[in-house]
């Protein structure tokens, strides 16, 4: 068990291109995670999966973001036309559902900066 | 909605001293748990305590205890014998107690820990 990774680790984009973010959860792991960490502030939720399925979408995922889990194991999180205001530390995490008291274990994040 | 709040945005304690980090928050459910997670630089976050809303025990992890005050909606961490490994953001985090739903984050407090 390595942990929860992610991929890249750092992305540099131009204004108005798209990028792909990827998340390994540990596995066995049916809950998976989205946070959104920008300067001085703590993790915001994104959305977050159980399994293949698409259980909430937070107000801050605008219509440019999309996120996927295709076989209930690693996630992609999309990012079309980013914006200057997009670049942030985003955050995967992951846990099993079958316990109310799970912690969320927390991948190193991959941080985005929009040029 | 659920809010969490940080009112220390840095602290600073000696090495081997003890100190307190703040939080409180605001929610009309009664089930609920609570964390701490610490956020060392550049490393991922790791979970540092929790505690139960229905449980009066005070939860404690070795050198780190809690002191939650649930009429008061207050949730505060203690650090005792700092080290300078304790040095990182902490994050006061809230979930509801119905499934592993998102994590509600406060802003954080750096802790810095002076040798």
């Known amino acids: 068990d390595t942990g929860v990774s992610q991929d890249p680790r750092h992305k540099i984009t131009k204004r108005g291109q798209n990028v792909t973010f990827r998340c390994d959860p540990i596995?066995?792991?049916?809950?998976l995670y989205w946070y959104r960490q920008t300067l001085g502030q703590g993790p915001e939720f994104l959305t977050y999966?159980?399994?293949?399925?698409?259980?909430?979408k937070s107000r801050l995922l605008s219509d440019r973001f999309s996120a996927e889990r295709p076989k209930g194991s690693f996630s992609t999180l999309e990012i079309q036309r980013t914006e200057q205001g997009d670049s942030a530390m985003y955050l995967c995490?992951?846990?099993?559902?079958?316990?109310?008291?799970?912690?969320?274990?927390f991948g190193p994040g991959t941080r985005l900066t929009v040029l | 909605a659920q809010t969490v709040t940080q009112s220390q945005p840095e602290m600073s304690v000696q090495e081997a001293e003890t100190v307190t980090l703040s939080c409180t928050y605001d929610?009309?459910?009664?089930?609920?748990?609570l964390f701490w997670y610490k956020q060392p630089p550049s490393r991922q976050m790791i979970l540092v305590i929790r505690?139960?809303?229905?449980?009066?025990q005070n939860a404690t992890e070795n050198r780190f205890s809690v002191n939650f005050q649930k009429a008061a909606k207050s949730f505060s961490l203690k650090i005792s014998d700092s080290q300078l490994g304790d040095a990182a953001m902490y994050f006061c985090?809230?979930?509801?107690?119905?499934?592993?739903?998102?994590?509600?984050f406060g802003k954080g407090t750096r802790l810095s820990v002076i040798a």
């Open positions: 995490a992951s846990n099993p559902w079958d316990r109310d008291d799970n912690e969320q274990f």
């Open positions: 596995s066995e792991h049916n809950r």
């Open positions: 999966f159980q399994n293949e399925a698409q259980l909430e």
């Open positions: 929610t009309s459910e009664s089930d609920y748990y």
């Open positions: 505690q139960e809303a229905y449980k009066q």
């Open positions: 985090a809230y979930r509801s107690g119905s499934g592993n739903t998102p994590l509600v």
